[in-house]
């Protein structure tokens, strides 16, 4: 969509779009408050492992994903929800 807007714009999407919200991404812990340092040290290996939602019904398998990894402090961080 990005690369679209920017090049073709008058002449596709012009009359197709009127508005596009882009949201930066993101992780839905659903317990509240998660400061920058641990954000920076936790996102990357959820994006890695394909992780977008804690405590979902697949917790258990994402759980071990993470773990599987070479970073035991997100698998620590992880562990606690």
Same mark, same amino acid.
């Given at each position: 969509?990005? =690369?679209? *807007? #920017?090049?073709?714009?008058? $002449?596709?999407?012009?009359?197709?779009?009127?508005?596009? @919200?882009? *949201?930066?991404?993101? @992780? /839905? %812990?659903? #317990?509240?408050?998660?400061?920058? !340092? #641990? =954000? *920076? !040290?936790? /996102?990357?290996?959820?994006?890695?492992?394909? &992780?977008?939602? @804690?405590?979902?019904?697949?917790? !258990? %398998? %994402? *759980?071990? !994903? @993470?773990? %599987?990894?070479? $970073?035991?402090? &997100?698998?620590?961080?992880?562990?606690?929800?």
């Amino acid at each position: 969509m990005f =690369y679209g *807007l #920017t090049q073709k714009e008058d $002449t596709y999407f012009a009359d197709k779009v009127a508005k596009a @919200i882009f *949201l930066a991404p993101c @992780i /839905y %812990s659903g #317990t509240g408050f998660m400061d920058l !340092e #641990t =954000y *920076l !040290e936790v /996102y990357p290996v959820f994006r890695d492992k394909g &992780v977008n939602v @804690i405590q979902d019904s697949n917790w !258990e %398998s %994402s *759980l071990k !994903e @993470i773990c %599987s990894g070479d $970073t035991p402090e &997100v698998c620590d961080y992880a562990g606690e929800f």
